[in-house]
Nanobody, 125 residues
């Protein structure tokens, strides 16, 4: 069982930045594809970004392209989501999730096997 923990959320003004981390406290995250989802109040989960095991394949939702960057450090067992130029519509709970295999339809929530508890991101002036 892979146990994931997110950190780094908080409140920031529009245009600001946050850095989210997803860490594994059991097993090694380096063997898993990792995705970030977010859920805004009253809305469905939205796939934000995904990274494959090697880190050589990264995908982003159109809404965050050019502003968010996903990366991983397999030696530290972590995946990071750097979020720049944040907008109020980026507000929500951010979750990381993992699966042993990558699929092109990575934004389908039901595919992902292991989930963290989420971290709140609020973008407001």
């Amino acid at each position: 069982q892979l146990h994931l923990v997110e950190s780094g959320g908080g409140r920031v003004q529009p245009g600001g930045s946050l850095r989210l981390s997803c860490a594994a406290s059991t097993l090694t995250l380096s063997s898993y594809v990792v995705v970030w989802f977010r859920q805004a109040p009253g809305k469905e989960h939205e796939g934000v970004s995904v990274i494959n095991v090697s880190g050589g394949l990264k995908q982003y939702a159109d809404s965050v392209k050019g502003r968010f960057t996903i990366s991983r450090d397999n030696a530290k067992n972590t995946v990071t989501l750097q979020m720049n130029d944040l907008k109020p519509e980026d507000t929500g709970i951010y979750y990381c999730a993992a699966h042993p295999s990558y699929i092109s339809a990575w934004a389908i929530r039901s595919y992902w096997r292991y989930w963290g508890q989420g971290t709140q991101v609020t973008v407001s002036s």
